[in-house]
């Protein structure tokens, strides 16, 4: 039984994953009232019944967040080395997530770039995120993630770190690595923020 559980969810979080990539493609191809629920389902192959079975909407399809990644988030946190800070635990996490959905990202900003109205949407699933990463930075820390500081200082570096690097990622035409942008800007973090050089900074 157990393994028949564990074939169905891998199936369910596949079905998942084509329905998020279907809607991307056609949310970066064309706007968002061009685009339906039902071409969402023809092009991952599966019926409208079974596409609000994963998502309430083309918009949360497109840009919402993913229950099972919050929660593979989370663990993958808590499970890393407890001799290792909660930035450095951060940055390891994050970064190997990036690497995971390294081929949405630029369809994800073609669909923002098409349409801004999504924005808000975007930052509310970060929120979601983010809110994982104070658990889990409590939870290695023996803190109360609603009371004690830290661990909302701690994650609120390392998605401003995030976001800044996605920002600048965009402005450079999408042509660089995004994990090369993000190491960097964790490694400016870790130094303390020094101001750097001019000329050097439009250099790296």
Known sequence: MAELSG??????LTTHQLLRSAALRLGAERCLAD???EEIAEEADVSVRTFYDH???KEDAMIGF????????RVALVERPLGESPLDALHTVLRMMLEESSFEWPLRMKVIAKNPAL???MFTSFIVYERAMIEAVAARTGLDPDHDLYPAVVTAVAAGALRASLTVWRARGEREDLTEIFDTAFTRVAHGLVEPDPVREREA
């Open 7 to 12: 074939r169905r969810e891998r199936k369910k």
């Open 35 to 37: 685009v339906t629920v």
């Open 55 to 57: 998502f309430r909407s």
């Open 66 to 73: 993913d229950a099972y990644r919050v929660d593979r988030l």
């Open 119 to 121: 924005l808000p949407r």
